[in-house]
């Protein structure tokens, strides 16, 4: 069960644009020692939030909104990947200052994601999607700790020992939501499973496609798998299987090991090796 789905309930909203110039790193920490985070303030008042590439939407706590003077309004719905609906307000025009950057989100999600966590688990403000950075292009390096907003060279430079993956870009909620889901070749055609960096645990793989990478649909644990990104990228863990409105999901076990270069422009996806390999 991933973390993200239990605390951020997969929150599969949300729409936004970058203000940025040069090439920009976003120092990164592990919450809990897995999920990317980082601070990130509004109108003066900061906050920590995790980084999560399948969140679809950026939310925050209604305390940080009310902090922030932003006003929530209105309603967002959105579903989890086990098809469960979600609803909650909006709150516009929100803009994150994080590493001399201005991350606009003119829809973001209020939803206190502490309600969903264990009560051992240490304070959130919220979490931010890629949604953050429509129109850009950004490499998550979970074991180098680093966001970076690439520029046109960067990326020439980043991409040149990479492999691209075939790659779609999910927007959901009206249109409204950003999260990419990577090619992943079967016998009977390409699967699509959403790269997700709050997922923390085991892959989660749906029950109509399991067979295809010989798992037991329904499985009571984790199963041991493996196989390929589109592209010839290895993945290999443990899944559970489960039933879905998606094909799969990837997650923790996969980020450390490989840089992910999201093109939100052009809905492009490259990856590389990271040091942890």
């Known amino acids: 069960m991933k973390l993200a789905m239990t605390i951020v309930a ?35 008042h900061e906050g920590f939030f995790l980084f999560d590439t399948g969140g679809g939407t950026s939310v925050v706590s209604p305390e940080f909104a009310r902090f922030s003077g932003c006003t929530p309004w209105g309603q967002v719905t959105g579903f989890r990947m086990t098809g469960e609906r979600i609803d909650f307000r909006r709150c516009d025009n929100a803009v994150f200052d994080v590493a001399g950057t201005h991350l606009k989100a003119p829809t973001a999600g209020v939803f206190d994601i502490m ?9 959130l403000d919220g979490s931010l999607a890629l949604d953050i950075f429509t129109g850009q292009v950004v490499t ?22 990479a492999k691209e993956v075939p790659a779609r870009m999910v927007r959901d909620a009206e249109g409204a939501a950003l999260s990419v889901d990577a090619g992943v070749p079967t016998a009977k055609g390409m699967a699509w499973m ?53 094909d799969g999901n990837i997650g923790e076990q996969f980020f450390p090991l490989w840089a992910v270069t999201f093109d939100l422009n052009s809905g492009r996806v490259w990856v590389s090796p990271t040091r942890a390999r």
């Not at 998550?140 to 020992?161: F, H, M, Y």
């Open 10 to 44: 997969n929150l599969c909203l949300g729409f936004s644009s970058v203000v940025a110039g040069a090439q920009t790193t976003i120092p990164l920490t592990l919450f809990m020692g897995k999920i990317p985070a980082f601070h990130a303030s509004v109108n003066g």
């Open 115 to 123: 309600t969903l966590a264990p009560k051992t688990t240490p304070h």
């Open 140 to 161: 998550l390096d979970v074991s180098g700790r680093t966001l970076t907003i690439e520029t046109p060279e960067s990326l020439q430079a980043r991409i040149g020992n």
């Open 194 to 246: 959403e790269l997700d960096s709050g997922n923390d645990g085991s892959f989660a793989i749906g029950n109509h496609i399991a067979p295809l990478f010989d798992l037991q649909p329904d499985g009571k644990e984790a199963q041991p798998v493996s196989f390929m990104l589109g592209g010839g990228i290895p993945v290999k863990g443990t899944a559970r299987t489960r039933n879905l409105i998606m």
